[in-house]
């Protein structure tokens, strides 16, 4: 016995130093998985937090009658050549700019986008019309990004966009307050745009606001019903189980398949629209349906089986039990489950790009069968652009992504605390 003990209290000593050191080793992990999503977080913080501002120039926009053909009316304004107006407003802005390159240079100191813009301000509001008129416009993407301090201005001119004469004119208009920094209301308001300054991501959210809805409308009535029958009501058979062990599969495969089985049945097959919401959430519900079911299956087996017997046992069909009192019990489970499994839906890229989804789509849609963008692959599609400013929007555009996931959790922990029921 004596001799037992000492065994004991030799190797005592040792498996302590172990245990001390596996739990150091699983800090350290934690530590480490931490550190690279704080890295991540501050990299992406940095690039993308100075997109919420845009820069404006003013300048004196020459918005007399002579303009418009003599009379200022809405069909006048409509049909007027804003962009003349903006170009003869800059040249007079600088009259010692001479020469084509140079003109061209000055011209692309404001937006492309600018003269809409002036537009719809004159639409909106006819009294700015009848002389000359100071008017805040949208700078271009490189006249931002300077003023953000993202161009050097003591780098060599060869090796930037920005040229010495056009940082000279941003200069003037520095000096004389005729450049400031706003909210960037385009980015929030605004579909996509080959110009950085007027891409927005409305377009991607209304997308993708459609691509979730088919995708929970389909996805989840279907599969808390098939949880439903393969819970409650199958029998415990050979088929049965082949179906249950390919529902587990099919939650782990890649998601890049399912969006191969919707190119394949949905678009070949069946000739819908591509790039439209309504066939993404088809493709999305597909990717759901195993994450639903099973969340679902195990929610209706965490209620108890007194509460079936209760319900049978005073006369209660077993379609009854299931639908008036096993059913509302597993609810809370169920919902839990199914907004997981959209908010993994909702941060999906691949599938979409196999249906189609990652064309180039300006107008916000209306509908599920308009054609639209999700914001995943609206990331994906900026980050793949090669001017500078749109780098600024992919981060900020992944922020507001992660707003959203982090809200919709956020939400599914609220839900389980006050729906969450301990038996």
Same mark, same amino acid.
């Given at each position: 016995?004596?001799?037992?003990?000492?065994?004991?209290?030799?190797?005592?000593?040792?498996?302590?130093? /172990?245990? /001390?050191?596996?739990?150091?080793?699983?800090?350290?992990?934690?530590?480490?998985?931490?550190? #690279?999503?704080?890295?991540? %977080?501050?990299?992406?913080?940095?690039?993308?937090?100075?997109?919420?501002?845009?820069?404006?120039?003013?300048?004196?926009?020459?918005?007399?009658?002579?303009?418009?053909?003599?009379?200022?009316?809405?069909?006048?304004?409509?049909?007027?050549?804003?962009?003349?107006?903006?170009?003869?407003?800059?040249? =007079?802005?600088?009259?010692?700019?001479? +020469?084509?390159?140079?003109?061209?240079?000055?011209?692309? %100191?404001?937006?492309?986008?600018?003269?809409?813009?002036? /537009?719809?301000?004159?639409?909106?509001?006819?009294?700015?019309?009848?002389?000359?008129?100071?008017?805040?416009?949208?700078?271009?993407?490189?006249?931002?990004? #300077?003023?953000?301090? @993202?161009?050097?201005? =003591?780098?060599?001119?060869?090796?930037?966009?920005?040229?010495? =004469?056009?940082?000279?004119?941003?200069?003037?208009? $520095?000096?004389?307050? @005729?450049?400031?920094?706003?909210?960037?209301?385009?980015?929030?308001?605004?579909?996509?745009?080959?110009?950085?300054?007027?891409?927005?991501?409305?377009?991607?959210?209304?997308?993708?606001?459609?691509?979730?809805? &088919?995708?929970?409308?389909?996805?989840?009535?279907?599969?808390?019903?098939?949880?439903?029958?393969?819970?409650?009501?199958?029998?415990?058979?050979?088929?049965?189980?082949?179906?249950?062990? =390919?529902?587990?599969?099919?939650?782990?495969?890649?998601?890049?398949?399912?969006?191969?089985?919707?190119?394949?049945?949905?678009?070949?097959? #069946?000739?819908?629209? /591509?790039?439209?919401?309504?066939?993404?959430?088809? &493709?999305?519900?597909?990717?759901?349906?195993?994450?639903?079911?099973?969340?679902?299956?195990?929610?209706?087996?965490?209620?108890?089986?007194?509460?079936?017997?209760?319900?049978?046992?005073?006369?209660? *069909?077993? !379609?009854?039990?299931?639908?008036?009192? $096993?059913?509302?019990?597993?609810?809370?489970?169920?919902?839990? +489950?199914?907004?997981?499994?959209?908010?993994?839906?909702?941060?999906?890229?691949?599938?979409?790009?196999? !249906?189609?989804?990652?064309?180039?789509? &300006?107008? &916000?849609?209306? *509908?599920?069968?308009?054609?639209?963008?999700?914001?995943?692959?609206?990331?994906?599609?900026?980050?793949?652009?090669?001017?500078?400013?749109?780098?600024? @929007?992919?981060?900020?555009?992944?922020?507001?992504?992660?707003?959203?996931?982090?809200?919709?959790?956020? #939400?599914?922990?609220?839900?389980?605390?006050?729906?969450? @029921?301990?038996?």
């Amino acid at each position: 016995m004596s001799t037992s003990r000492q065994l004991v209290q030799k190797t005592l000593g040792k498996r302590y130093a /172990r245990e /001390r050191r596996f739990r150091w080793y699983g800090a350290l992990s934690i530590l480490v998985g931490i550190l #690279f999503l704080g890295f991540l %977080l501050v990299t992406t913080v940095s690039n993308g937090y100075k997109a919420f501002v845009q820069t404006y120039v003013q300048i004196d926009v020459d918005l007399s009658a002579a303009q418009f053909g003599g009379e200022i009316t809405p069909e006048s304004i409509a049909a007027a050549n804003f962009d003349g107006i903006i170009k003869d407003s800059l040249r =007079n802005a600088f009259p010692e700019v001479s +020469g084509r390159t140079d003109r061209r240079a000055l011209y692309g %100191l404001v937006s492309n986008g600018a003269q809409y813009d002036l /537009r719809e301000m004159l639409l909106e509001d006819p009294s700015l019309a009848g002389g000359v008129t100071p008017v805040w416009l949208l700078a271009d993407d490189e006249v931002d990004v #300077f003023m953000k301090g @993202r161009i050097d201005r =003591n780098e060599p001119e060869a090796n930037r966009r920005l040229k010495d =004469n056009a940082i000279g004119w941003i200069d003037q208009w $520095v000096d004389e307050g @005729r450049v400031e920094k706003r909210f960037n209301e385009p980015f929030f308001t605004n579909g996509d745009s080959r110009e950085p300054e007027q891409a927005g991501i409305f377009g991607a959210i209304m997308g993708s606001f459609f691509t979730i809805a &088919v995708c929970m409308l389909l996805a989840f009535p279907i599969g808390v019903a098939a949880a439903i029958y393969l819970q409650e009501f199958a029998p415990k058979n050979r088929i049965t189980d082949i179906i249950e062990v =390919n529902i587990n599969n099919l939650a782990a495969v890649p998601s890049i398949i399912f969006g191969l089985l919707g190119l394949a049945i949905f678009l070949n097959a #069946f000739g819908l629209p /591509r790039s439209v919401p309504l066939v993404g959430g088809m &493709v999305l519900s597909l990717m759901t349906l195993p994450t639903i079911i099973i969340s679902s299956r195990a929610a209706l087996a965490a209620v108890p089986p007194s509460i079936r017997e209760a319900a049978l046992g005073v006369g209660a *069909s077993p !379609i009854q039990t299931v639908l008036h009192h $096993v059913l509302p019990l597993a609810m809370p489970g169920m919902l839990t +489950g199914s907004i997981i499994g959209l908010a993994q839906a909702l941060g999906e890229t691949a599938p979409l790009l196999v !249906i189609g989804m990652v064309a180039f789509i &300006v107008d &916000v849609p209306t *509908s599920p069968l308009d054609p639209g963008t999700a914001l995943p692959v609206q990331i994906y599609l900026w980050s793949d652009s090669p001017e500078r400013a749109f780098v600024e @929007r992919t981060s900020a555009a992944i922020m507001v992504l992660l707003m959203f996931l982090v809200a919709i959790n956020g #939400f599914i922990v609220l839900l389980r605390k006050k729906l969450e @029921r301990r038996w």
